[in-house]
Every structure is written in C-alpha cells, then in structure tokens.
C-alpha cells in the first residue's frame, strides 16, 4: 500500500481540472482498501472513480481513494437470465461491451457512458430510456466508519432520476466494492422508441435489431451530440432536467410556447435543461477558457486550462438566469466538489 502526498487529479477527472490531492492511494484490491481504511483513521476520506462526474473547485485536502478493484464474473444463472458480477473499477463501457459479447442483455442502451461500475448505482445512470436501476440486482459497500461490509438490494438503494441513497441518507458513508446486475440471455427486452435509436436502425436497414445493433446505434448517436472528454474536458450533462408542476408548466407555455416537456405523471412534467439554457443564450458561449458547448447547451466544458472554480460560477450564472427567466431551479447532475 503506497500513500503519496500532493498528487495532481489532472489525468483522473475528465473536466480536465488541475486540483491536487493532498494524498492519494490507488486501491487495487479489497484488502488494501481495508489496510487503507485501518491505518488512516485520521485522514478524511474522498472517493475517486472515473472522475467523469464530478467538478473539482479546490484542492483536496482528503486521502483520495482511487477505486481501481478490477474483475467480473458469472455468479449465477438460469435458462434466461444471469447474475453477473464486476468489481468497481471496471469501467462501465468496456463492462457494457463484455456484456454484448456475451449476448447479455439490458444494458445496451447505456452504452458509451463515461465512468466505473462502481459509481454507476451512484446517480442511477440512465440514457436512452433505460436506467441502471432497470438491470440492477444488488452491491456491496464498505462503511467507511465501522469498515462492515454491507449487501444492498435493489429497495435498498432508493433509486430515482440521477438519484439513490448513496447520493442522499449514506453520502459519504459507503465504499462501494462490486456491483451484482441481472441480465438476459435470450428474449432480450428491446429499448428502441427513446430518442433517435428507431431512425439510427433505419438507416442501417436493420429491421430485427439485435442487442448489439442497439448498442451500435447509441454509440453513433453519443458520438455525435456529446463531447469526447479527451478531446475537450467535460462532464456530461451539468444539470438535471427540472421536473415541475402541470401548472406551472401551463404558465410557462403561455410565455414560450414553443418549449418541450415529457409527461411524467398526470401532476409533473419534465423540461428539459437544454432548453431553457439555450433559450437563456449560453449555448455556445464561451469566456476565457471555458463555456458552454457549441452542440450541447447542457455540457459545460473546459477548453484547456480553466479553474473548476471558473466553471462552478459560470454553473451558477446559468442557474440564477434561468430561475428569473423561467421561475424554474435546475440543479446539478454533476458533483461540485
Ligand atoms: C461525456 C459524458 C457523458 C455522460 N453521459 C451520461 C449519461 O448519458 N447518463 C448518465 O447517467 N451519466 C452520464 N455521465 C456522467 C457519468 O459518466 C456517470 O455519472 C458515471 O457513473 C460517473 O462515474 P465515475 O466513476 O466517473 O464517477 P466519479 O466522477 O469518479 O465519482 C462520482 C461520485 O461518486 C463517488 N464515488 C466514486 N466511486 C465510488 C465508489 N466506488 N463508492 C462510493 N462512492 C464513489 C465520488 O466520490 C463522487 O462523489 C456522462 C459523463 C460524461 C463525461
């Protein structure tokens, strides 16, 4: 077990932000993990995955725990479905890739999603019209204080939109260590009604998609309206799409009746974020080194050399025009540290 002091997180968060940690311990299996945990019980604890969702505006002045437990296996199965295990530093694409060579089945719609398994019950990532939450079987977590090693199961979790408990009642409290997730191995449930999938599929003439056509599809589309992050620092969509009231709804589109929305229930309706940012103005925007993307008004970016600083008041900036605007809050998806 190696703790190195003042170590730059640059090349470990895909904004891209040159904050240090004040210690920084890669941990590759569970047993270091437990080493680490009994002999820095002075040290306050900061837990590093792919760094793909969250805004560094400081130093950390913390032991960052840098997840890189690797590994996945078949831990059960039946005539149609199985459980499948991986530790939670695989990163969840490559783990999503497995999968379909496998010709298992669920998660191909969150194909191409930055990040490690680990993190992914985190904010119960979605896209496409799936939700990890979908697939999702169980996980194991370290408690950081009493160092128990703890089973969740799906309820446990409290999953929502980009919500769980780990966000909530147990931030900071647990280390997840593995993920457990129930797929299919044949009668795959095919998602292709969300977003551009159907006319993607067709424009390849694939009339019978297979799971991997599917996720084909998505990859083509992500590659086309997300930023790559090794190409220009971002961290994915940087605000959740705002659920509000039907009557407030009604009230927005007197103003602009041109804005989108997604029925949710007979009572809420979902905007989306992009939306009203555009509509703000800041889509395209650039000051200094940073902005918004050109292509993507809910993707804030880093065009080389900002401050995670620079990038949480611009965040700020957008949320305060879009509440007088609008009367709408819009919250980060992203963590701002
Ligand atoms: C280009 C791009 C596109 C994206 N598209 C999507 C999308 O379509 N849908 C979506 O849902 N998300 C999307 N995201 C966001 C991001 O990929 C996910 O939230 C992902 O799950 C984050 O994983 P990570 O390992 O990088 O987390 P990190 O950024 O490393 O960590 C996120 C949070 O989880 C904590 N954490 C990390 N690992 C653990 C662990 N093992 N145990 C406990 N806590 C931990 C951290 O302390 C932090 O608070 C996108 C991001 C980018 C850059």
Redesign the pocket.
């Known amino acids: 077990m190696t703790v190195s002091k003042d170590v730059s997180l640059k090349s470990f968060?895909?904004f891209g932000i040159d904050a240090k940690a004040k210690l920084y311990c890669n941990i590759t299996s569970v047993e270091v993990l437990n080493e680490v945990l009994q002999e820095q019980q002075s040290n306050p604890l900061?837990?590093?995955?792919?760094?793909?969702?969250?805004l560094l505006t400081k130093d950390i002045d913390a032991l960052v725990l840098h997840?890189n437990l690797m590994g996945i296996e078949v831990v059960s199965e039946t005539e149609q479905t199985v459980i499948v295990k991986a530790m939670?530093g695989e990163n969840?694409h490559q783990f999503v890739l497995w999968c379909l060579q496998h010709n298992f089945g669920g998660i191909e719609n969150l194909s191409l999603?930055?990040?490690?398994i680990?993190?992914?019950p985190?904010?119960?990532?979605?896209?496409y019209g799936v939700e990890l939450k979908d697939v999702f079987y169980s996980c194991e977590?370290i408690n950081v204080n009493d160092k128990s090693l703890r089973t969740f199961t799906k309820e446990d979790c409290n999953f929502d939109y980009?919500e769980s408990v780990?966000k909530q009642e147990l931030k900071g409290e647990?280390?997840?260590?593995s993920v457990n997730l129930q797929l299919t191995k044949n009668n795959h449930k095919l998602n292709t009604g969300y977003g551009a999938i159907k006319t993607e599929l067709e424009a390849s003439n694939i009339k019978t998609p297979t799971i991997q056509d599917i996720s084909k599809a998505v990859i083509a589309i992500r590659q086309t309206k997300?930023?790559?992050?090794k190409e220009i620092g971002?961290?994915?969509?940087f605000f959740k799409n705002p659920i509000i009231s039907v009557e407030q709804f009604n009230k927005l589109q007197e103003n602009f009746p041109e804005v989108p929305s997604y029925k949710i229930s007979d009572k809420e309706v979902k905007v989306p974020a992009g939306w009203l940012i555009e509509t703000a103005g800041f889509k395209g925007k650039r000051f200094k080194d940073y902005g918004v993307h050109q292509k993507q008004a809910l993707v804030l970016v880093n065009y080389g050399n900002a401050s995670g600083k620079e990038i949480f008041e611009l965040a700020q900036l957008i949320q305060k025009t879009v509440k007088r605007l609008f009367n709408i809050t819009i919250e980060t998806?992203v963590?701002i540290?």
């Not at 999603?113 to 490690?116: A, D, E, K, L, S």
């Not at 647990?174 to 260590?177: E, K, M, P």
């Not at 997300?226 to 992050?229: E, G, I, K, R, V």
């Not at 971002?234 to 969509?237: A, I, L, V």
């Open positions: 968060n895909t900061f837990i590093l995955g792919g760094g793909s969702n969250m997840i939670a969840w999603i930055p990040g490690n680990g993190t992914a985190i904010q119960n990532i979605g896209a977590a980009r780990f647990y280390i997840i260590t997300l930023p790559d992050p971002n961290s994915g969509s998806e963590n540290i």
